[in-house]
């Protein structure tokens, strides 16, 4: 049960349709009523507040200093496992998600020293300068680089690794992430 679509308004709406089926899967093991209807009341909440949020703003557009609520589902054999990212971690996401798309023109991820698909390599220097010169609100480093060891989503690989950068044609250090 895969999220289907990666904006964080739509993922509101894809994970209240992944708690009604977990409802409906429930009712026929044989849960609590009252757990059910807890669940369908949860999911129903979901999908208003994403309807609100697209109505309101850009469908991706969820405001930087408030992260996403919604943890990511990643699907593991039959069970799916909510994975909660600290609000420090799905900042600085939200945030290279905006600014990727904010400056990438004809490069795709304008931030991602990484030759890997399966990587992110972020050099913390200029991931830094870009955000410092965005009106995003930026993360004091210490703490966002310690916050950043427990990125769920996009596991850390290692800090301060040397890379081969893809836009500057020569080694740099970088966080490396796996890139789900």
């Not at 708690?19 to 009341?41: C, N, Q, T, V």
């Not at 990438?104 to 991931?127: K, V």
């Not at 410092?132 to 060891?149: D, F, G, M």
Request: with cysteine; charged share 25%.
């Amino acid at each position: 049960m895969a999220l289907q679509n990666p904006e964080p308004t739509d993922r509101l709406i894809d994970y209240a349709g992944q708690l009604k089926l977990l409802a409906k899967r429930l009712e026929r093991e044989g849960a609590m009523p009252d757990i059910l209807r807890a669940l369908r009341a949860i999911a129903n909440e979901m999908r208003r507040c994403g309807a609100v949020w697209k109505e309101v703003y850009h469908p991706g557009m969820l405001p930087v200093a408030v992260p996403p609520t919604v943890p990511y589902l990643p699907r593991r054999g039959l069970a799916v496992f909510a994975v909660e990212e600290p609000p420090r971690v799905a900042q600085f996401w939200a945030a290279y998600e905006t600014l990727t798309e904010g400056i990438g023109g004809d490069l795709p991820e304008p931030l991602n020293h990484s030759t890997d698909a399966t990587r992110i390599a972020i050099s913390m220097p200029h991931f830094y300068e870009v955000w410092a010169n965005s009106e995003l609100p930026v993360i004091e480093r210490p703490r966002l680089q310690a916050a950043l060891k427990k990125s769920a989503r996009r596991p850390l690989v290692g800090s301060n690794l040397l890379v081969r950068s893809r836009l500057l044609g020569k080694h740099i250090r970088c966080w490396v992430f796996e890139n789900p």
